[in-house]
Nanobody
Framework: QVQLVESGGGLVQPGGSLRLSCAAS????????VRWYRQAPGEERELVAS????????NFSDSVKGRFTISRDNAKNTVYLQMNSLKPEDTAVYRC?????????WGQGTQVTVSS
């Protein structure tokens, strides 16, 4: 059974940090590029970060560049999103997506709330 499971979300104060995890099972994870998206209520979904299958190339949206990093451990079938210097505008549901050709899998999402 194909699964992507996000974890690590929660409530954090502005300026704080969180590390999200996206754990994959049921498919050959090493073949897949992974993206993190987020969506706040009433807002469009935003692509936040991406990493290639081998992990050699990463990209970030301008809104998180310099604050977020993305990495992967293919031995653990997991991708991480390290989020530092969090701002209230980072509040959203974060979902990971794994894609390889026409194969496209999504996790259920994890809530991140940045508030004092």
């Amino acid at each position: 059974q194909v699964q992507l499971v996000e974890s690590g979300g929660g409530l954090v104060q502005p300026g704080g940090s969180l590390r999200l995890s996206c754990a994959a099972s049921g498919f050959t994870f090493i073949n897949y590029a992974v993206r993190w998206y987020r969506q706040a209520p009433g807002e469009e979904r935003e692509l936040v970060a991406s990493i290639t299958a081998a992990g050699g190339t990463t990209n970030f949206s301008d809104s998180v560049k310099g604050r977020f990093t993305i990495s992967r451990d293919n031995a653990k079938n997991t991708v991480y999103l390290q989020m530092n210097s969090l701002k209230p505008e980072d509040t959203a549901v974060y979902r990971c997506n794994a894609r390889w050709g026409r194969r496209d899998y999504w996790g259920q999402g994890t809530q991140v709330t940045v508030s004092s």
